[in-house]
Nanobody, 127 residues
Framework: QLQLVESGGGLVQPGGSLRLSCAAS????????IGWFRQAPGKEREGVAC????????KYKESVKGRFIISRDPTKNTVYLQLGNLKPEDSAVYYC????????????????????WGQGTQVTVSS
C-alpha cells in the first residue's frame, strides 16, 4: 500500500522553527517529485515548495523563500520541510504529496500534478 505520512507539526511562537517530515511506505520517494502544500481555515490549499526527483531542483512559494527549505534523505525515504522565522500567517495544515510523472530535475507546485497525498500535520504559529 502506497502511503505518505507527515509529522513534525505543532505550536510554535512567531520567529520559531519547525521541521516537518514526509515519510513514504510502499514506494521510493527518490523516483518522485515531492511537494509540500498547506491549507489554512477558510482558505484554499496552496503550494509551498517542491523538490525534483533526486533533489536536483527546488521551488518555493514567494512568501516562504529564504525561510523554508525542502530537502530529501534517500536513506530514510523521507522528505523534509524546514520552517524558519515562522509567522502567524504560516499557520495551516501542511500536506506532502508525490508526483510520479515529473521529469527528472523538474517539479511544479501545482496540486493537479500530484498523485499521492498524506493526511497532513497541523502547524500553529502563535504567541
Amino acid at each position: 500500500q502506497l502511503q505518505l505520512v507527515e509529522s513534525g507539526g505543532g505550536l510554535v511562537q512567531p520567529g520559531g522553527s519547525l521541521r516537518l517530515s514526509c515519510a513514504a511506505s510502499g514506494f521510493s520517494l527518490d523516483y518522485h517529485a515531492i511537494g509540500w502544500f498547506r491549507q489554512a481555515p477558510g482558505k484554499e490549499r496552496e503550494g509551498v515548495a517542491c523538490i525534483s526527483r533526486r533533489g536536483g531542483s527546488t521551488k518555493y512559494k514567494e512568501s516562504v523563500k529564504g525561510r523554508f527549505i525542502i530537502s530529501r534523505d534517500p536513506t530514510k525515504n523521507t522528505v523534509y520541510l524546514q520552517l524558519g522565522n515562522l509567522k502567524p500567517e504560516d499557520s495551516a495544515v501542511y500536506y506532502c504529496a508525490a508526483d510520479q510523472t515529473a521529469l527528472q530535475g523538474a517539479c511544479v507546485i501545482l496540486e493537479t500534478h500530484f498523485d499521492y497525498w498524506g493526511q497532513g500535520t497541523q502547524v500553529t504559529v502563535s504567541s
